[in-house]
Structure formats: C-alpha cells, structure tokens
C-alpha cells in the first residue's frame, strides 16, 4: 500500500508543476521585460541620444569637433594629468595597502578608515580644500609661488585634485588580495635567504600585479571624469589649465551641445573600453590562478 | 624503482650509523627559551639539542608553543629570553635570511606563480649561482625527491605529496644546517600520511640534515623520531627515545599524552604502594619517594596480566581482584575495560572501584576466553611511580607544590 503511494506522488505532483508554468507566463517574461526596458531607458536611451548629437552632421564634424586646438588641448591635459595620476596612485597604492595589511601600529585603524575619505566628501569639498591649503592668499601657498611653484590654477593642482580623489581605488583594491596572500610564501623566502625587497618584488609583487593594475585603470577611468573639484582647482584657462570634462561643461554653457556630445562620447567610450579590459584581465587572472 | 628506493635506505643507513658516533656534536642546540605573547607565556625555559643527523620530535597539543620555539630557531620570531646556536655558532640576533635553516611549512608555502623547477631553484639564483650551477643542483634534487616529470607544472597542479616533496627540495637547494618541519602531515589524508613519513624519514637519512619535526600526533612521534621532545602548556615536560618516553614516562602528563596509561592515586609506605585497600611491593620504584608521599601508581594497558584461576605468569605483580565491563576486539589485541573493586579513588566517587584498561594480544586472547562481569585477578608486568600533585599546574621545577 505504502509503496503504491509513495510510487504514485510524482506522477500527481509533475503536471501540476508543468500546468503551472504555462498558465502564466508572465511572471517569467515580465520581470525580463521590467529589467530590459529599465535598461534601455536610463543606460542605453541616453547613450543613443549623445550618439545622434554627437555624430548629428557626420564622422568629420566630429573629428573636427575633438581635433580643434582648445579641445584637443584639454584632452592631452585630461590624458597627462590622469597618466601621471594613476603612476603615482600605483605605486603610493600599493605601499599604503602593504603598510595597512603587513604593519601594526598605533593609528592604523584610524588611517584604515579615512582611507575611504575621499569617496566621501563631495569632489567640490575636495577642490575648495586645496584652493584654500595652496590659494596664492594662503601661507603654504604664498611659499610655493615665491619658489616658482603655482599649484592652484595650474597644473600641479589639476593633479593634487585628481590624486586626492582617486587615491582609494589602489589600496581598496590590493589590500583584500595582500591580506589574502599566505603569509608563509613570504617567510618561506626569507627562510630561504631572499632579502625583503626580494622578496616583494619577487613573490608578493606578481601575486598582487593582477590588483594593482585593475585598481590603477579604476582610478584612470575615474580621473578621466572627474569635474567637480577641477572646475574649482584648474582656472579653467582653455587652452592651458581646460580640461575635457569642463570642456564638456563649457560647451554645453555656449550652447555647443554638438561639441559638447563629442567630447562626452570620446570619454565615455574611453572609461567604457578601461572597464571592459579590467573585467576581461580579471576573468582572465582569476582562471590563470585556479589553473595555471 | 622500489629496490632503487630501498638501496638507497640501505646506503644512508650506513652512513647514519657511521655519524651516530659523533652524535655529541650538536647543530642545531637551544638554551633557556623564553616567550611572551600580549603577557601570556607561551614558553618558559626551553632548552634541548640536536645531533649531527638526528631528527628530533617537538610534540604537544595544539598551544604548547611547540610551533614558537620552531619559529624561534627559523628566526621569524624573536625569543624573551634564551639562544639559539646553530653549528656552534650564536644566531639569535641574526635575521631568519641568514641563518641558514629550512622550513618546510605546513602549508608547504609554495610560489604559486612560479613552476616546481623555478620554486627549486629560488634558494641559488638569489644567491646568485651561475646557471648551470643551479641547473645541475636543480636536476639532482629533482631527481631525489622523484619530480623530474613534473618539473615544468606549477605547485596547484600537484598532490599534497608532491608538494611537499618541492618544498622540501625547496630546501635543500641551499643546503641548510638544518631542516624545521611544520606539522608535515597535518594537510593529509590517514593513508598519505604513514607513506610519506618514511619517504622522508629514508630521504633525511640520505641527505644527512638534522631535522626537527612538530605535531600532535603520537604515531608520528615515534615513527620520526631519533629522540622526541614532549611540551606541554609552554614547558619541556621531557626529553628521549621514543623508548624512553614511551616505557619511562617521567610525568603524568607524558605517561597520558604518548600512548594510553592507566594512573592509580596511591601512598608509599614502607617501600610498597597501597592503592585503596591494596598493597603492592615495589621495592625499586618506591626507593625514591619518602614514606607517606602521594603517588601515581602508571602502567600501560599492555603491561596488565589477568588469571582467572589466580595464577599469575611469572614476574607479574599481583595487583587485586576485578570484574570485566567491556570487551573489544580491536584487530591485533584485544582492549578490556576493568573494574577494580578493593581500589576506591581517592575522590568521593559514586560508582564503587576504579576503571582501567587492559589489552590482551590475540594470542592470548584465543587461548584463554575472557568474558564481560567475569571476575579475574590482575597483575602488574611493570609499573612506575610518579608523584602526585593536587594540582597539574604544581611540578617541581615551578618553586611551588613541590612535594605536596
């Protein structure tokens, strides 16, 4: 008896499953339909729109567009200043992150948390901090320009800025892989007789390579964009202290929405493509380290 | 293959024997460690030695400071108090990169990124050897520990085995002083493990490194061990051959921690033991405890004779008369659980007697059937007296409690 019921159940239970799923297709196709439509409206509808402006009157407007001496020199200012941004943020990155995990020390909790800092405070606080830290009215920056040194409206400023805001992609992104990294690897190779700075470049260096250099376009992609404490820092001097994205933003004021939209897809494709290659290296990374 | 292996064993055991002769020269030689975690002590006055191609056994439960005091000697950690001589020579001051020792780590510590050939080969081109140099060494170590096959795979595409045997190659490369291995069986399986073990027990003896070894595992103990050192809680409880240790416990916690041991509170009087109601004469092991001393009464389940009749073997001590509770069979012997009724504890216990175990070979076991509440009388082959502490923390040596 036993045995015939519990033989029959499944039978009982799988159509009415099956029943269940055709009767109302809708919870399936809805919610695909719902995520899609979010999709298109708010990521891939703007795009479009700056794709038609952009290229509104044909490929050499546009190249014109990007090419003409005052946009073309805040883009070379944008590329230079976030290059030598991210050289720096790699190397000041990852020795912030090696400290964080390797040393302990009085205050290490407390620097652990500002690090983060700059995520927080809105990029204008940042700006206004440094006019303020380096303005030519300020101690600091008094002596700088007395020894020939202008930060504030020039360049070193524009890089100030953009180090101070993209200084947590680094050590945000070794720190978990540092703490991750067994520490015997390290103390076997002092045991074997490496020396420390051996010993970094030779065994924690390639273990954490992978990290910096996606922190590194992270920050690259971020200091690509960034706006708000340069239009502050910068002077905004087209042609010397002009950067793309307050380019952007003084094109759109004179009413140049076609200029404007050039520029915007040109860094927009460049963050997008930075983006695709940090996702495609760690894909990458992370098969050559499971099955090497 | 196999015979290669044992010739090989063969041939290192000759020269094994040829440097026991000159054991009194020590490479490896630690003095009064001493060591302090955040105020907790975690080693208190360690000292021993280690022979030229001895491998001695730390062995203790987890936080005795069994791993520290390895850590001390590689020189990744730095003793309170206490040196450490390797060759004759003071290293305590000298960072781990210059002493000269290898350690295999638990984990093996493998580069993950670099093949077996180039993890082998990192000790000498550090070192800056020339390249063929590095490529001859290379190919003999790979050779001894069986990996020319493997050479060009990365360590994750290796058993655990296997990556010992890198690791330990590792080592060798530059030819340490002496060789420090971290729990080596800890992350593998039962039957991997007693394999492995004589691998590199008949590889040390062929390389002829002295080497010292840490676990918790008692087999292991005595299957590596030229001498085994026992620590508990942070103290050297005692130092020997495993036979030493083994048949000549020296405290309660050594008696118990290698082997299984039976411990009957007992009384010296008048150069016996009375256990309970019991006296048993003794007259050697008694010589050394003054009358009316607290002792423990140990001896090993093996070294227990039962009679049914009362007729005990010859040398056998008569010890009382007890009931059986519990038979098992377990392969080679067979383990009885007894009851001794004329023996009461020296605590208020609730169940009247005492319960100790006792084995029989199958021998035995086939010729004479025993059976559960059977009364038998039992013996003693051999047994030791320790003294007796009320406390386990009371030992001589700590100035209190000492002959309490």
Request: glycine share 8%.
């Amino acid at each position: 008896m036993n045995v015939d019921t519990a033989k029959m159940e499944p039978a009982k239970v799988s159509p009415r499953r099956g029943v269940t799923i055709r009767r109302r297709p809708w919870g399936r196709w809805g919610l695909r339909t719902a995520a899609v439509g979010y999709l298109g409206l708010m990521i891939l509808l703007p795009i479009s729109a700056i794709l038609a402006s952009g290229f509104g009157d044909g490929l050499a407007a546009f190249w014109g567009d990007l090419t003409n001496g005052i946009a073309f020199s805040a883009l070379r200012l944008t590329l230079i200043t976030a290059v030598l941004t991210t050289v720096i943020n790699s190397v000041m990155g990852t020795l912030t992150a090696y400290v964080l995990v390797r040393y302990d020390f009085p205050g290490r909790g407390m620097l652990n948390a500002m690090i983060d800092m700059p995520f927080a405070i809105p990029t204008l606080v940042t700006g206004v901090m440094l006019v303020v830290l380096y303005g030519p009215q300020r101690t600091l920056g008094a002596w700088l320009e007395s020894n020939g040194v202008q930060v504030i409206f020039a360049t070193p400023g524009i890089v100030l800025a953009l180090l101070l805001v993209t200084y947590p992609f680094v050590v945000r992104t070794v720190q978990p892989v540092l703490m991750e990294l067994d520490k015997a690897q390290e103390e076997a190779s002092y045991t074997i007789g490496a020396s420390k700075w051996t010993t970094f470049h030779r065994i924690i260096l390639p273990a954490i390579t992978p990290a910096v250099v996606t922190g590194s376009l992270l920050s690259f992609a971020r200091a690509l964009g960034e706006f708000g404490s340069i239009i502050i820092v910068a002077g905004n001097i087209p042609g010397r202290t002009l950067t793309a994205p307050v380019y952007v933003f003084g094109q759109l004021e004179s009413y140049n929405q076609r200029g404007a939209s050039a520029m915007s897809i040109l860094l927009l494709a460049l963050s997008f493509t930075l983006i695709v290659i940090v996702d495609w290296m760690q894909k990458r990374w992370d098969i050559e380290y499971a099955f090497p | 293959m196999q015979s290669r292996i044992v010739e090989a064993v063969h041939d290192a055991e000759r020269t094994f024997e040829s440097t026991a002769s000159r054991r009194q020269e020590s490479t490896a030689c630690v003095r009064n460690l001493s060591k302090s975690f955040r105020g907790a002590r975690v080693l208190e006055d360690i000292s021993f030695d280690v022979a030229e191609g001895e491998s001695l056994v730390l062995l203790g439960a987890s936080g005795s400071g069994k791993t520290t005091i390895l850590r001390i000697i590689a020189g990744l950690e730095q003793p309170d108090a206490g040196r450490v001589m390797l060759h004759g020579k003071d290293v305590t001051d000298l960072p781990a990169r210059e002493r000269g020792v290898g350690v295999i780590f638990q984990s093996y510590a493998l580069f993950p990124r670099m093949t077996v050939e180039k993890n082998v080969a990192y000790g000498l081109r550090i070192r800056r050897r020339p390249r063929r140099e590095i490529k001859e060494s290379v190919d003999n170590l790979l050779t001894l520990v069986r990996l020319e096959e493997h050479r060009k795979k990365f360590p994750a595409q290796l058993s655990g085995g296997q990556q010992q045997r890198v690791a330990i190659a590792r080592t060798l490369a530059y030819k340490p002083q002496v060789l420090l291995f971290d729990e080596p069986f800890g992350a593998l399986d039962a039957q991997t493990r007693v394999r492995l073990r004589r691998e590199i027990r008949a590889l040390l003896r062929q390389v002829n490194v002295p080497a010292i070894f840490i676990t918790h595992d008692q087999e292991e103990a005595l299957e590596l061990g030229d001498r085994i050192a026992v620590l508990n809680a942070g103290r050297l409880e005692q130092i020997g051959t495993p036979e030493e240790i083994y048949d000549r416990p020296e405290t309660e916690y050594v008696a118990t921690f290698l082997g299984a041991a039976n411990l009957l509170p007992g009384t010296v009087v008048n150069r016996s033991v009375e256990v309970g109601a019991v006296t048993i004469a003794a007259p050697e092991e008694a010589a050394r405890f003054r009358d009316g001393q607290a002792v423990k009464l140990v001896f090993r389940p093996e070294e227990v004779c039962l009679s049914q009749t009362g007729a005990l073997p010859v040398g056998c001590r008569r010890l009382t008369i007890g009931v059986i509770e519990e038979i098992h069979f377990v392969g080679a012997y067979e383990r009885l659980t007894l009851r001794l009724h004329n023996v009461t504890a020296n605590t208020a216990g609730t169940t009247p007697g005492v319960p100790i175990i006792a084995t029989r070979p199958k021998p035995e076991a086939a010729a004479t059937r025993l059976h559960v509440s059977d009364r038998v009388v039992i013996g003693l082959t051999t047994f030791r007296l320790l003294p007796s502490f009320a406390h386990a923390g009371e030992r001589p040596g700590l100035a209190m409690g000492v002959g309490k």
